[in-house]
């Protein structure tokens, strides 16, 4: 089992930067790929982006929503990840879910989310 803790949502002016933090618990040894969804009030939960554990530093990949703005990156233990969030847009206000995906049942996990909310 992997449990994942979420930190760091608040608000924020448009243009500003905040940071998520996720930690993992567990038997983090499995994990694959960690990252972030978000789901807006009314919208569909999307990916915003994610760490492939594959590679010595990982590969990131980003919606294209954020791409440019977010930065994802894992610690150093490989069970944290940290979503580096810049030029915040009230579009981005949402609740922010740290996930995993790991090589074995049930292959993905949440964390329970953390609320980010842009002004204008």
């Known amino acids: 089992q992997v449990q994942l803790v979420e930190s760091g949502g608040g608000l924020v002016q448009t243009g500003g930067s905040l940071t998520l933090n996720c930690t993992a618990s567990?038997?983090?040894?499995?994990?694959?790929?960690i990252g972030w969804h978000r789901q807006a009030p009314g919208k569909q939960r999307e990916l915003v982006a994610f760490?492939?554990?594959?590679?010595?530093?990982?590969?990131?990949h980003y919606a294209d929503s954020v791409k440019g703005r977010f930065i994802v990156s894992r610690g150093n233990a490989k069970s944290t990840v940290y979503l580096q969030m810049n030029s915040l847009k009230p579009e981005d206000t949402a609740v922010y879910y740290c996930?995993?995906?790991?090589?074995?049942?049930?292959?993905?996990?949440w964390g329970q989310g953390t609320q980010v909310t842009v002004s204008s």
């Open positions: 760490v492939s554990s594959v590679g010595s530093t990982g590969t990131t």
């Open positions: 567990g038997n983090t040894f499995s994990i694959n790929h």
């Open positions: 996930y995993v995906q790991v090589l074995t049942s049930p292959y993905t996990y």
